[in-house]
């Protein structure tokens, strides 16, 4: 589940189509919708778990594949019984809510409902933020739990598959630049727009004013 959130496996509407295709990019990139953020290559893209292979999600069947490697890692089971074991959990998260099943062209495809995904806000008390970085005792990997399900993290196997490590409380940092940031609202888009001796001069200048005035659109009708 950790995984599968990390990697993005949420169901959108804006995925659809690339769910239905088992996880053809173009429907992200190319031929995503108007509005959708776009995927090209070399970006990470979102990565549900699947049936069948596939070069963008995991599969939960093949030897090398991370899922049946994780389950090998924690259960010590052979290749074909942790496939068995992985689809059968699978199920039985779909069926209590905890997961979806959808269906490509190639078979399921399991993710997470968007219902199952909770904003928190995470709040000081007296001038100090609680604890929500976990690192690994070995290699160092780091995650994010909230408060409420910090502990829970503590002694959990590390997710990186040739660790042996576990994950413990990480030292408190006592400014987080980014949760002000994001906390404040005060976002801003950074707009970027072609300078170069292609532009002529109307465009040129089009496109300078527009880069000295906040909120003056920069694209221009060719």
């Known amino acids: 589940m950790e995984r599968v ?13 690339y769910v239905a295709t ?9 031929g995503a919708m108007p509005i959708a953020p776009e995927f090209p290559k070399g ?33 010590g ?21 905890i997961f979806e099943v959808r269906h490509s062209d190639k078979g399921p ?6 219902s199952r ?16 970085e976990l690192r690994c005792t070995l290699c160092a990997t780091a995650i994010t739990h909230p408060p409420e399900r910090f502990a829970d993290w503590i002694g959990r196997p590390c997710m990186r598959l ?26 801003r888009r950074v707009v970027a727009a072609e300078h170069t001796g292609l532009l002529t001069q109307k465009e040129r200048e089009h496109v300078e004013h527009g880069f000295k005035r906040a909120g003056l659109k920069l694209g221009m009708d060719r």
């Open 43 to 75: 970006i990470s893209a979102p990565a549900f778990l699947a049936a069948s292979q596939s070069d963008e999600f995991d599969p939960i069947t093949g030897a090398q594949t991370w899922m049946v490697l994780w389950a090998r890692k924690l259960l």
């Open 117 to 132: 995904i909770e904003f928190v806000h995470v709040e000081p008390h007296d001038g100090v933020y609680p604890p929500t």
């Open 162 to 187: 040739r660790c042996t490590g576990t994950f413990a409380a990480a030292p408190s940092k006592p400014t987080n630049y980014y949760r002000r940031l994001y906390s404040s609202g005060q976002i």
């Open 5 to 17: 959130r990390l990697r993005g496996g949420i169901f959108h509407p804006f995925l659809d189509r």
């Open 109 to 114: 495809v399991w993710g997470l409902p968007q």
């Open 77 to 97: 089971v052979d290749p074909y019984a942790a496939e068995t074991v992985l689809r059968d959990l699978l199920n039985e998260l779909s069926a209590t809510g």
């Open 22 to 30: 088992n996880g053809k990019r173009w429907e992200i990139w190319g």
